[in-house]
């Protein structure tokens, strides 16, 4: 269908070698990406150094390419408004628990905040083995 169109619908683009391989993102033998826009290559001529190529502006490829590219900029969380609903979740839950660090007597200082005089802390019944490394405690202060 497009080889029997008139040569002005097409864009006439031409570059040398190094262009070609550089700013040309070869979809195959007869596509490319060029400046976020893709053509189809409906001939080529080569002239010295320089290669001239008589293509088809493909526009519906282009938009569904940025349509694709849309989609999975949004899936990974590069949009800037999901973005920044992320940081906000993550600001909230950060608030939920404290880190700051407290002694390793925390069961028996709090036992005797609520029970003040003396009061003796048996903790016997419980036989666990501890973790190696000991785990950091940590209480909320807020």
């Not at 490319?32 to 526009?59: R, S």
């Not at 002694?103 to 083995?129: C, M, R, W």
Request: hydrophobic fraction near 35%.
């Amino acid at each position: 269908m497009i080889g029997g169109m008139d040569k002005s619908a097409f864009v006439l683009l031409k570059f040398t070698k190094e262009e070609s391989e550089t700013k040309l993102r070869w979809e195959h033998s007869r596509e490319f990406e060029y400046a976020g826009q893709m053509y189809d290559v409906v001939e080529a001529a080569e002239q010295g150094d320089t290669t001239y190529y008589y293509c088809w502006w493909d526009h519906e490829e282009t938009k569904l390419n940025l349509q694709l590219s849309g989609l999975v900029a949004h899936a990974m969380g590069k949009n800037p408004l999901n973005k920044e609903k992320q940081e906000r979740l993550s600001s909230f839950l950060k608030n939920l628990y404290c880190q700051q660090k407290i002694g390793n007597n925390l069961f028996a200082n709090t036992a005797k905040e609520i029970f003040p005089g003396n009061l003796h802390v048996d903790y016997s019944s419980i036989q666990f083995t501890p973790p190696s490394p000991p785990p950091e405690i940590f209480a909320s202060s807020c």
